[in-house]
């Protein structure tokens, strides 16, 4: 099993037609996943890749039942782009568009959640099973399918991390990127809930950094978990209050310091790495030398 997404996933792509939804729809179709149709207003009847593209996600829908939807769209279109995948029934929305207003985000998200409806990001590179599909901008050829759940904030180290992981024999069941924004979908908590309930699961990984409450928030409930976690977390040498590449990556008021997070981990019962390649091996001593 695992999470989120699987080989089943029927995915439509927004701003298909652009230089980044038309490159990525080609890795994740060469990666296998089932890219049914994609949308860009006013380039209807066109195709990308074999995909054919819609004006509206509502006639991409009637014809061929996509059940998710990554989105491409420029940030200043995103909100419409998001609000027109929910209202055509769609319900998880992976959203790889970065500069989205935070006032658009809030919206989206309020939306989504009078709708019943996921949403990974925004700011987010996508969400992956191994060896069964992907929704994104990873490099699928970094992971390999196993035991180990993967929640990340930042994306270029969930990447060193899932490869380090691989490197070990330790595969992954579903890899999640939260997205840096002050504004995203899923958290910490509702992932490890997810990677709670899944029997493929047997272990999972935080990918965290400076900034905010999450790592905070997720330290409380793992102390209820029943498998282990591990986490790292980015950010030890930020200076305070300057804007470390994401948004949601800086300290204020004194909430959401490395050494605040680190401890509130330790006291959830989690193993912190220091450093990206120290996690496979107490992933390791966490599951017994397994």
Avoid: C
Avoid at 106 to 124: K, Q, S
Avoid at 228 to 236: M, T
């Amino acid at each position: 099993m695992s999470i989120l997404v699987d080989e089943k996933t029927r995915v439509l792509v927004q701003g298909i037609t652009g230089n980044q939804g038309a490159f990525h729809t080609r890795q994740m179709l060469d990666y296998g996943t089932r890219v049914v149709a994609g949308t860009s207003p006013g380039k209807g009847g066109q195709e990308v890749h074999g995909i054919p593209v819609y004006d509206t996600v509502e006639e991409a829908v009637a014809r061929h039942g996509p059940t998710a939807s990554v989105i491409f769209v420029p940030a200043p279109f995103a909100k419409d782009a998001a609000f027109e995948a929910m209202d055509a029934g769609l319900k998880l929305l992976v959203i790889i568009t970065e500069h989205i207003p935070v006032h658009d985000a809030m919206e989206i998200m309020a939306f989504a959640a009078a709708r019943g409806v996921t949403v990974v990001g925004p700011n987010t590179f996508g969400v992956i099973s191994p060896g069964k599909t992907k929704l994104g901008i990873m490099p699928g050829t970094t992971y390999t399918p196993g035991p180990v759940g993967i929640a990340a904030r930042s994306g270029t180290l969930s990447y060193e991390v899932a490869a380090a992981l691989s490197a070990t024999g330790l595969g992954q069941s579903t890899v999640v990127g939260m997205g840096g924004d002050r504004v995203v979908g899923l958290s910490f908590v509702d992932l490890l809930k997810m990677f709670s309930q899944d029997p493929e699961t047997r272990a999972v990984v935080l990918v965290g950094e400076i900034g905010g409450t999450a790592e905070e928030e997720a330290a409380e409930y793992i102390k209820t978990m029943q498998k282990p976690v591990v986490a790292y977390l980015a950010g030890k040498s930020a200076p305070p209050g300057k804007r470390m590449g994401h948004a949601g990556a800086i300290i204020e008021r004194g909430r959401g310091t490395f050494e605040g997070k680190v401890a509130a981990l330790q006291a959830g019962g989690a193993r912190v790495a220091a450093l990206p390649w120290e996690v496979p091996r107490l992933v390791m001593e966490a599951l017994g030398g397994s």
